[in-house]
DNA sequence: AAGATACTTGCTATCGACAAGTAAGTATAT
DNA sequence: ATATACTTACTTGTCGATAGCAAGTATCTT
């Protein structure tokens, strides 16, 4: 987390070390106080720099935040794909589904923090709304996308609407993770799942 | 917005009076400015008294907004039981459906200042998340109730876990009102409460 | 050695909340 | 009835802390 101090280094390589520094310290303070109380100061500590770094490299600390999300929502992405690999309709769904599950279980620092993030982007005047509008409506297009493909193959139920399915979708993997976030004992994560994959395959079922 | 500066009023009614002026002035300037740029001094002066009310009156800034909630939650729980009425099973789940469709369309500011205060209460350390997890407990208990009623009365599936349903339909709720605060443009607000009706029904039938 | 890039420090206006103050309403004694 | 003591409603002074800019220093590149 905090900068390496050895043998010199190419100014790409400062500049790639102290990104990704910033990246992880904000991942973790917005974790740990939120991203209000998230001073500059204490940014530029954990990352091993000093309190204006943070101004200078993202340009505001909205900036460093929209990195996070950048980040973040890439490598679930990328984990998205991977699951999905060429599979299309109800299996292409229940694999994202599956993917989202088990990244929250693995890195529930990212997602909270980039929960928090979404969260933000919702508040008037905020200039995450648009990097965050984006992530989510490619998401959505992407599921409709799925489902359309699964309604062409005949193997999804043609009178259903790919989009509004998608955006159901994805409402319902927001709204889990807030009480998720909210309290993660009055809420049985992984029968919420088990059960959302059954409701799944019931709502596509031709 | 603005207190009335007549007639004497008892204690009790200028208490009353100021109390309403800062409610309603917190909502505005939420949904205005965001829950952290709404400083003490802009809802003073919103609501017509100064910057130090505020703190007097509701201890913090914090204080003020669980007023809110409470407020704006109750308004609305008021709204579910007249239209839920006597209803239980299937009805009554659509009737809550219905009326928060509803409730957004008519006060889109509360609901707005509700659900950014909502996201307040996911960050760490913050004061709302008492009130804020007790109000979404409470609508998910209510819900799993009308859906345990209908299981008992055979009008639905007996095979679905009430309270995995009812967090799914609550999970929804919040996560479409989250897209539709991001960009109502890019959800339609109407056809997805159209199809969630459908699909409610879909998954509750015995 | 000179320029470019990475990073730090000085500064200003503004914030929330506490403490101390003032104004307005209420109770009691004559 | 009205003056006086008291309580409650509300305001103002103050303090430490904040974000982000401007101007500076340290480190790498050519």
Same mark, same amino acid.
């Given at each position: 987390?905090?900068?390496?101090?050895?043998?010199?280094?190419?100014?790409?390589?400062?500049?790639?070390?102290?990104?990704?520094?910033?990246?992880?310290?904000?991942?973790?303070?917005?974790?740990?106080?939120?991203?209000?109380?998230?001073?500059?100061?204490?940014?530029?500590?954990?990352?091993?720099?000093?309190?204006?770094?943070?101004?200078?490299?993202?340009?505001?600390?909205?900036?460093?935040?929209?990195? !996070?999300?950048? @980040? *973040?929502?890439? #490598?679930?992405?990328?984990? =998205?794909?991977?699951? +999905? &690999?060429?599979?299309?309709?109800?299996?292409?769904?229940?694999?994202?589904?599956?993917?989202?599950?088990?990244?929250?279980?693995?890195?529930?620092?990212?997602?909270?923090?980039?929960?928090?993030?979404?969260?933000?982007?919702?508040?008037?005047?905020?200039?995450?709304?648009? !990097?965050?509008? @984006? *992530?989510?409506? #490619?998401?959505?297009?992407? =599921?409709?996308?799925? +489902? &359309?493909?699964?309604?062409?193959?005949?193997?999804?139920?043609?009178?259903?609407?790919?989009?509004?399915?998608?955006?159901?979708?994805?409402?319902?993997?927001?709204?889990?993770?807030?009480?998720?976030?909210?309290?993660?004992?009055?809420?049985?994560?992984?029968?919420?799942?088990?059960?959302?994959? *059954?409701?799944?395959?019931?709502?596509?079922?031709?």
């Amino acid at each position: 987390m905090v900068a390496n101090t050895e043998a010199p280094l190419t100014q790409a390589e400062r500049k790639a070390l102290s990104d990704q520094c910033m990246l992880d310290a904000a991942v973790r303070l917005i974790v740990e106080r939120g991203p209000e109380k998230t001073t500059l100061k204490a940014l530029g500590e954990a990352a091993g720099y000093s309190r204006g770094l943070v101004t200078y490299r993202f340009g505001s600390k909205a900036g460093l935040f929209k990195a !996070v999300i950048k @980040r *973040v929502s890439e #490598r679930f992405g990328q984990e =998205v794909d991977a699951a +999905v &690999a060429g599979s299309t309709g109800i299996d292409a769904v229940l694999a994202a589904a599956e993917t989202y599950y088990r990244f929250v279980l693995r890195s529930p620092k990212d997602i909270r923090a980039m929960q928090i993030l979404f969260h933000s982007a919702a508040e008037p005047g905020s200039s995450l709304t648009e !990097v965050v509008n @984006r *992530v989510h409506a #490619r998401q959505r297009a992407q =599921v409709a996308e799925w +489902v &359309a493909a699964g309604q062409r193959s005949g193997a999804i139920n043609p009178k259903l609407c790919a989009a509004t399915f998608a955006a159901r979708f994805c409402a319902y993997t927001l709204g889990m993770t807030f009480y998720w976030m909210l309290d993660s004992r009055s809420i049985q994560w992984e029968q919420a799942h088990q059960d959302f994959k *059954v409701s799944i395959q019931q709502q596509l079922a031709a």
